[in-house]
Nanobody, 120 residues
Framework: QVQLVESGGGLVQPGGSLRISCAAS????????MDWYRQAPGKQREFLAR???????NYADSVKGRFTISRDNAKNTVYLQMNSLKPEDTAVYYC??????????????WGQGTQVTVSI
């Protein structure tokens, strides 16, 4: 059974930095891409960043230049380095993985989310 587990969320002051992680576990044959999303209260889930297995990245305009996605393929882990955080970055952050597991069906998996709060 594939699981995605996020970690590293917490409370940070405006202008601060935080790095969150997401580790995929289980029998995984290939991870094609891993994404980060976030959802603030009363808002729709928002795409933030993607990284492919080859290392190609793309970002939402709202975080471009402030957030950096990276990946450790050996650990099946994706990271999101968040700098210059603003109160409007407060949200639950979710990771998503497009992967092929032991059932040989390629599908998306979601983590349970980690809370990031930007406040004084």
């Amino acid at each position: 059974q594939v699981q995605l587990v996020e970690s590293g969320g917490g409370l940070v002051q405006p202008g601060g930095s935080l790095r969150i992680s997401c580790a995929a576990s289980g029998i995984i044959f290939n991870i094609y891409a891993m994404d980060w999303y976030r959802q603030a209260p009363g808002k729709q889930r928002e795409f933030l960043a993607r990284i492919t297995s080859e290392g190609s990245t793309n970002y939402a305009d709202s975080v471009k230049g402030r957030f950096t996605i990276s990946r450790d393929n050996a650990k099946n882990t994706v990271y999101l380095q968040m700098n210059s955080l603003k109160p409007e970055d407060t949200a639950v952050y979710y990771c998503n993985a497009d992967l092929l597991s032991k059932d040989l069906v390629r599908r998306d998996y979601w983590g349970q989310g980690t809370q990031v709060t930007v406040s004084i």
